[in-house]
Antibody, heavy 113, light 107 residues
Framework: QVQLVQSGAEVKKPGASVKVSCKAS????????VNWVRQAPGQGLEWMGS????????DYAQSFQGRITMTRDTSVSTAYMELSRLRSDDTAIYYC??????WGLGTLVTVSS | AIQMTQSPSSLSASVGDRVTITCRAS??????LGWYQQKPGKAPKLLIY???SLQSGVPSRFSGSGSGTDFTLTISSLQPEDFATYYC?????????FGQGTKVELK
C-alpha cells in the first residue's frame, strides 16, 4: 500500500535550518509529484511547493522563495524539504503529499530560542 | 495566485443534518477542486477530487459539485465521525491554494 513516512519532530533555534524527509513506498516514486504543505498551530493549510521526483524540477510558493529547497533521492525513494533562516512563525506541522491524494503523517518543527 | 474563499468558517449541526460548505475561486478553475477532511492531530484526508468524484473508500453521503468559480461540498446526513474541519483545494494552478477551512461542530 502507498506510504509516505516522514522524519521525526525537530526543535530548532531561530536562524537555523531544518531538513524534513519523506520516504515513499508502495508506488513508483518517480510517477507522482511530491507536494509540501504546512500547518501552523490552530491554523489552515499552506502550500509550500512541489518537486517532480523524475526530473527534480521544483516550484516554490512565493512566500518561501529564497529560504526553501526541495530535493529528492530516487535511489531511496525519498523527497526532502529544507527550510532555512527559521523564525518562530515557522513552527508548524510539515506534510508531504503524493500528488493530492496520499499524505504523510506530518513532521512537527518547533522554532524556539 | 488564485484565491479560494471558503464559507462558512464554522457551523454547528446535529447528527442527521444536511450540511453544505462552499468555496469560491478568484478565477475560473474548471473542475480542478478537491475537498479534504481533517481531524485534530491527523493529516488531511481527500474526500472529493475533480469537484465531484468521490475518493475511494469515502462514504457516499459526501458529494461535491460545481465548476468554474463556485463549488459545494455536501454531507447529506451528518454522522458523529464527520465532525471535523473541511478544506477546499484548487489544483488548477500547480501552485495550490487552500480555502481557509470550515469547522463542523456539534450543536
Amino acid at each position: 500500500q502507498v506510504q509516505l513516512v516522514q522524519s521525526g519532530a525537530e526543535v530548532k533555534k531561530p536562524g537555523a535550518s531544518v531538513k524534513v524527509s519523506c520516504k515513499a513506498s508502495g508506488y513508483s516514486f518517480t510517477a507522482y509529484y511530491v507536494n509540501w504543505v504546512r500547518q501552523a498551530p490552530g491554523q489552515g493549510l499552506e502550500w509550500m511547493g512541489s518537486i517532480s521526483p523524475s526530473s527534480g524540477d521544483t516550484d516554490y510558493a512565493q512566500s518561501f522563495q529564497g529560504r526553501i529547497t526541495m530535493t529528492r533521492d530516487t535511489s531511496v525513494s525519498t523527497a526532502y524539504m529544507e527550510l532555512s533562516r527559521l523564525r518562530s512563525d515557522d513552527t508548524a506541522i510539515y506534510y508531504c503529499a503524493r500528488g493530492r491524494d496520499f499524505w504523510g503523517l506530518g513532521t512537527l518543527v518547533t522554532v524556539s530560542s | 495566485a488564485i484565491q479560494m474563499t471558503q464559507s462558512p468558517s464554522s457551523l454547528s449541526a446535529s447528527v442527521g443534518d444536511r450540511v453544505t460548505i462552499t468555496c469560491r475561486a478568484s478565477q475560473g478553475i474548471r473542475n480542478d477542486l478537491g475537498w479534504y477532511q481533517q481531524k485534530p492531530g491527523k493529516a488531511p484526508k481527500l474526500l472529493i477530487y475533480g469537484s465531484s468524484s468521490l475518493q475511494s473508500g469515502v462514504p457516499s453521503r459526501f458529494s461535491g459539485s460545481g465548476s468554474g468559480t463556485d463549488f459545494t461540498l455536501t454531507i447529506s446526513s451528518l454522522q458523529p465521525e464527520d465532525f471535523a474541519t473541511y478544506y477546499c483545494l484548487q489544483d488548477y494552478d500547480y501552485r495550490w491554494t487552500f480555502g481557509q477551512g470550515t469547522k463542523v461542530e456539534l450543536k
